[in-house]
């Protein structure tokens, strides 16, 4: 059974400052997702990761896939208080693609 | 652009009482899936759907039942609620792997359910 994991589950952040965080699944898979979530609101798509050592930068996030380790990071840079939200990463896996979440990591960002 | 919609947006139910939510897409997507979100259990499947007429279960099935008559629209039903079905459930739907490999989920609003 696949599962996801996703650390630290609570970040605080200093604005201006940089950061990394990790997702790491059990299983062989070549997609993978990164979503945000603001409190009260739906899942917007921010990346998607679809073949070992693939990058992706929006603007100051910057998420990566390493298959073989089976492992993604997302890197802030410059860390902003619009970035606080929680973010979940998603894996792809078995026969019929079923999506799996980590229980998502939840950004703040301080002053 | 619709995208994923569900309905409702908001329910109160009392114990033992039933209850349908709908999910439609307007995507043509084939995989359809249905989630509930919990403080600090990040998103966990129910049911999920990878065609018209067919349903599979997920990691929490247990108290509901789904249905996919027509492609564009997948059903959980709650028989008999429980408090602990308290939660906000999501619907996603995303094309099928055979046709695309990015098989990214797209989401409705999600429907918050208080089960009393």
């Known amino acids: 059974e696949l599962k996801v994991e996703q650390n630290p589950l609570f970040l605080s952040m200093q604005e201006g400052k940089n950061y990394t965080i990790y997702c790491n699944y059990s299983?062989?898979?070549?997609?993978l997702y990164w979503y945000r979530q603001d409190p009260g609101k739906s899942l917007e798509s921010l990346f998607v990761?679809?073949?070992?050592?693939a990058v992706k930068q929006e603007g100051r996030l910057m998420a990566s896939l390493d298959t073989k380790a089976r492992l993604s990071t997302l890197h802030i840079t410059a860390a902003v208080h619009d970035l606080s939200a929680t973010y979940f990463c998603?894996?792809?896996?078995?026969?019929?693609?079923?999506?799996?979440f980590g229980k998502g990591i939840t950004l703040s960002v301080r002053p | 652009n619709a995208g994923v919609t569900q309905t409702p947006k908001f329910r109160v139910l009392k114990t033992g009482q039933s209850m349908t939510l709908l999910c439609a897409q307007d995507m043509n997507h084939e995989y359809m899936y249905w989630y509930r979100q919990d403080p600090g259990m990040g998103l966990r499947l129910i049911h999920y759907?990878?065609?018209?007429?067919?349903?599979a279960k997920g990691e929490v099935p247990d108290g509901y039942n789904v249905s996919r008559l027509k492609k564009q629209n997948f059903l959980l039903g709650l028989e008999s609620a429980a408090p602990s079905q308290t939660s906000v459930y999501f619907c996603a739907s995303s094309y099928a792997t055979s046709k695309s490999k990015n098989t990214e989920a797209f989401f409705g609003q999600g429907t918050r359910l208080t089960v009393v």
């Open positions: 990761l679809l073949s070992n050592g």
């Open positions: 759907s990878v065609g018209e007429g067919t349903t």
């Open positions: 299983t062989t898979s070549d997609r």
């Open positions: 998603a894996v792809v896996a078995g026969a019929n693609s079923k999506l799996t």
